[in-house]
């Protein structure tokens, strides 16, 4: 049990057009998800954290506007880079996890991979 | 500020045992969670400590003492498939995961 899927798992894109990544628990209800992004050899750096039917949480210095998160229903939250640039070129993993502080294991999804040309 | 220290890279024999220490300074402790990531995927569940002493679980044990900080990941009968990235997480006082940089683990035959 316990799986959380993401798609696409990779990506290509132009600079300028928006990309959808979509995170779904397969066999449970999440009430929290989080979205990360992780740069080549460096660790998960936490974008945003989103609970079903709530405005998603964003770090510091993630912008929102360009980075947006719907957590529609408890089993899918969607992230939408808006007008990609190619610093935005990075590996995107949401996890999710029951619970209502979220402390319990995080699930995480296999990850998408962005690439910005 | 919160920072959560793990070494960088570590080198090992296979069938061999290996440590990867963390230290952790976070406003708040409510347990520290060890992850596994191999190159190109997201992270596994390995352990979870919230209380001092040690977790057995196969051939991988997670050690705490949150007087002084500290954990350890200790992994026994080292195999090829080792070779990954292990990742040492606190959650915080607001239940916030605070992420180490992880530790890279080489494993030669």
């Known amino acids: 049990g316990a799986v959380v899927s993401q798609h696409p798992s990779w990506v290509i894109c132009k600079s300028g057009t928006s990309v959808k990544i979509e995170c779904r628990s397969l066999?449970?209800?999440?009430?929290?998800m989080f979205w990360y992004r992780q740069f080549p050899k460096q660790s998960l750096m936490l974008m945003a954290t989103s609970n079903e039917g709530s405005k998603a949480t964003y770090e510091q210095g993630v912008e929102k506007d360009k980075f947006l998160i719907n957590h529609a229903s408890l089993t899918l939250s969607t992230l939408t880079v808006t007008s990609a640039h190619p610093e935005d070129s990075s590996f995107y993993i949401c996890?999710?996890?029951?619970?209502?502080?979220?402390?319990?294991?995080?699930?995480f999804g296999p990850g998408t991979r962005l690439t910005v040309l | 500020g919160q920072n959560i220290d793990q070494p960088t890279e570590m080198t090992a024999t296979e069938g061999a045992i290996v440590q990867i220490n963390c230290t952790y300074q976070t406003s708040g402790f409510n347990g520290l969670f060890w992850y596994q990531q191999h190159a190109g995927e997201a992270p596994t569940f390995l352990s979870y400590n919230v209380l001092d002493g040690l977790e057995e679980k196969g051939r991988f044990s997670s050690f705490l003492s949150r007087s002084k900080g500290y954990s350890y990941l200790l992994l026994k009968e080292l195999q090829m498939k080792d070779s990954a990235s292990y990742l040492c997480?606190?959650?915080?006082?607001?239940?916030?995961?605070?992420w180490g940089a992880g530790t890279k683990l080489i494993i030669k035959p």
């Open positions: 066999d449970f209800q999440a009430t929290t």
């Open positions: 997480a606190v959650l915080d006082s607001n239940y916030q995961l605070i």
């Open positions: 996890s999710a996890s029951v619970g209502d502080r979220g402390y319990n294991e995080q699930f």
